[in-house]
């Protein structure tokens, strides 16, 4: 997995409720990125990183927010958890131009 | 707006019966088309990278081949543990968007003993 680990692996809230999902790299990559994945969607892009404190939106990035205070480290924060937003989220990185590689993923439930 | 189809959805093969999964997409300005192999509770691991309309690459029993509308991940003779959820992906736009990809839904596949 490329030196990805995320955390928790899994994860079960109520609606409503924060929620902070943790991506932390061993590489030095300055970009990294976090996805989402759903039957029927496939992989759809949230938010990405090129570098510590820069970030920008992906596709589906309403209700979710993320911040990169280290090279390390990409947090992925659902400010309120919607029952739309359980889905297994993934966390990639990987030098521009050349392939992601992804974590192994949280699965998140809100019920 | 970047799109990829995958087709079929999912596919079963007995051992041994070559196949090709297809790859449609449409893109401004394509950087890189990627196929990644995803297993059950686990994270997509890269296969291929193709950049150009005739381009090739193998890997053991597979082979991805790129046109400028399609690809094609060919399997030759199948073993089941090639069963696994087969993603491609494309990568566009300048180097402000980094790699960001855009994936199709995927084509699960089933090889039977």
């Known amino acids: 997995d490329a030196g990805i680990t995320q955390s928790p692996r899994h994860k079960v809230t109520e609606t409503g409720t924060p929620v902070t999902l943790r991506c932390h790299q061993t590489?030095?990559?300055?970009?990294m990125y976090w996805y989402r994945q759903d039957p029927g969607h496939g992989l759809r892009l949230i938010h990405y990183s090129y570098g510590v404190k820069d970030t920008d939106k992906g596709e589906v990035s309403d209700g979710y927010s993320v911040s990169r205070s280290k090279t390390e480290d990409f947090l992925l924060t659902l400010e309120s958890a919607t029952s739309s937003q359980t889905s297994v989220y993934f966390c990639a990185n990987g030098p521009y131009g050349s392939p992601l590689h992804f974590g192994n993923g949280t699965r998140l439930t809100v019920t | 707006e970047d799109q990829v189809t995958q087709s079929p959805e999912a596919l079963r093969l007995q051992e041994g019966e070559s196949s090709s999964l297809n790859c449609s997409y449409t893109v401004s300005g394509l950087r890189g088309l990627f196929w990644y192999r995803q297993d059950p509770g686990k994270g997509p691991e890269f296969l291929f990278t193709?950049?150009?309309a005739g381009e090739e690459k193998e890997k053991e029993r597979l082979k991805a081949t790129l046109t400028k509308k399609e690809s094609f991940l060919h399997i030759t003779a199948p073993k089941p543990e090639d069963s696994a959820t087969y993603l491609c992906a494309v990568q566009a736009g300048g180097e402000t968007s980094g790699s960001r990809l855009t994936f199709g839904e995927g084509t699960q596949l089933t090889v039977n003993p």
């Open positions: 193709l950049y150009s």
């Open positions: 590489e030095n990559h300055r970009y």
